[in-house]
């Protein structure tokens, strides 16, 4: 009987997109299924996020629910990955000795090796080192699930913002290579994947060499846009202080480029942005939002936002409102910071009550969320190009698409019609979707 794998995926869309490549990697090296329950496995891997404490604790939280399962079946093998194996180290071991494999985001393709020695040598293996960007050219090849695709180009983060752990846990920005990207892309939309987003912790950091020559992140766009049967494109974080008039640009030249943008911006006070190490000013960002949405009118824009950051006022707070509501975002996320160890912010005085954070944290999202629904409430009685992704999650008689502003739409139809764009027309609007019918031609 081939043996079983669970596999458990904490944080961010880049741990996703990690997870799909261990699963993928353990089922070539050891014929490893997936499990539902953490019980049935044979092998067990927590993809891990340590962005904020919250995500950490619960990592080793869950950890320790898998001793018993350890203690019952001593061939079970359990590896740590992720973000948070990436800081611990080996003091994931220490902390949780039934631990067998401890791996970083830059040596999952080493894991199969990692269980191997494991299991001939009987002590725990730890691997979280930063070779370069080798990992790629060990990953079995993508396969497309769905007529939607996710697809790394960069790896890793190097603007060091003060309260930010990912570049100490991914390691410095390092591109994919062109030619490698053009192939796995090709090779995805021949498998019919219709839209794609590119992926990065900061896209347009992006570098290359195009036909010999130096490229940036616009440049590849256009070259990716062109491939063949891909329909619509969208990528995933931009970073303010590299989104440059080329890239503008790209959003008026092509059509394939969806008309949304998940542009964080963390603050909208200059003292803090400075504090943040961000390296822009709320007059910059807002330079840059007001040539995209004349780039590209009725572009949609979402965002992240840190409340509570380190000698944040009031009236910092009062500025971070006033941007959010002038900008029109919709579909943000924020957060209370959380000092992570090792960053310079953790090191900063601190002198805001923890409510008085929460109640700003409250009084944010309470915004965020009412532009989220009247955003959505005025797509109601628009016709929506709508690309289906399959039966919705809710009826399985319905099915659900994405519109090119990237909110889900379920409305009844032959479920034959996964993978085609079709035209719906948006009846309602509710909390996290929207209800349509489909406009026949
Ligand atoms: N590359 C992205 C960017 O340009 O900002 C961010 C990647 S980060 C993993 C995702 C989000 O987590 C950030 O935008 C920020 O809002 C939030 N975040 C990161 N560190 C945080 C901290 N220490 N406390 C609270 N939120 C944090
Ligand atoms: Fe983190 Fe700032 Fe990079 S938020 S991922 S250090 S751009």
Not at 12 to 29: E, H, K, R, T
Not at 33 to 60: G, M, Y
Not at 262 to 277: E, I, N, T
Not at 342 to 366: F, I, N, V
């Amino acid at each position: 009987m081939p043996g079983k794998l669970f596999l458990r995926t904490f944080g961010c869309q880049m741990n996703v997109v990690d997870s799909a490549a261990i699963a993928g990697l353990l089922a070539d090296a050891e014929g490893l299924a997936p499990a539902l329950r953490p019980e049935d496995a044979d092998v067990i891997v927590f993809n891990t996020c340590s962005v904020r404490e919250k995500a950490q604790e619960k990592v080793f939280a869950d950890l320790g629910r898998l001793r018993q399962l350890k203690r019952a079946n001593p061939h079970l093998m359990i590896a740590v990955g992720g973000c948070v194996a990436s800081q611990e180290g080996a003091g994931i071991v220490e902390r949780a000795p039934f631990v067998d494999v401890v791996f970083g985001p830059q040596t999952l393709h080493r894991l199969p090796q990692l269980l191997a020695r494991r299991r001939e040598t009987g002590r725990a293996q730890v691997d979280v080192s930063f070779p370069q960007i080798e990992k790629f050219d060990h990953l079995p090849a993508p396969r497309a699930e769905g007529p939607a695709a996710f697809v790394s180009i960069m790896e890793g983060c190097s603007k060091y913002c003060s309260f930010c752990v990912v570049p100490y846990t991914r390691g410095e920005e390092l591109s994919r290579p062109f030619d490698d990207l053009v192939a796995e892309i090709a090779a995805l939309a021949a498998q019919g994947i219709r839209e794609l987003t590119l992926l990065g912790q900061n896209v347009n950091a992006w570098r290359g060499q195009i036909d010999g020559a130096p490229a940036d992140f616009a440049e590849l766009l256009r070259y990716i846009a062109e491939i063949d049967g891909l329909e619509r494109l969208r990528y995933t974080t931009s970073h303010p202080r590299e989104f440059t008039q080329r890239l503008i640009d790209a959003h008026a030249d092509l059509p394939q480029l969806a008309p949304q943008v998940h542009l964080p911006v963390q603050s909208g006070a200059d003292r803090v942005l400075a504090a943040m190490k961000r390296g822009y000013t709320a007059l910059e960002y807002r330079s840059i939002v007001r040539r995209l949405r004349k780039a590209r009118p009725g572009l949609s824009l979402s965002s992240d936002f840190i409340v509570g950051f380190p000698g944040e006022t009031e009236a910092d707070f009062e500025a971070t409102l006033r941007l959010a509501s002038e900008l029109e975002f919709d579909g943000s996320f924020s957060f209370l910071y959380s000092p992570r160890p090792g960053t310079p912010a953790a090191e900063l005085p601190d002198a805001t009550p923890r409510a008085a954070k929460l109640e700003r944290l409250q009084r944010l999202q309470a915004q965020l969320d009412a532009q989220a629904s009247a955003a959505s409430a005025a797509m109601v009685g628009s016709t929506q190009r709508v690309l289906v992704e399959g039966p919705s999650k809710r009826s399985g008689a319905e099915l659900a698409g994405r519109t090119a502003n990237n909110r889900v739409v379920n409305f009844a139809g032959d479920a034959r019609l996964r993978g085609r764009f079709v035209e719906v027309r948006v009846s309602a609007a509710l909390a996290h979707t929207l209800r349509g019918e489909r406009v026949d031609a």
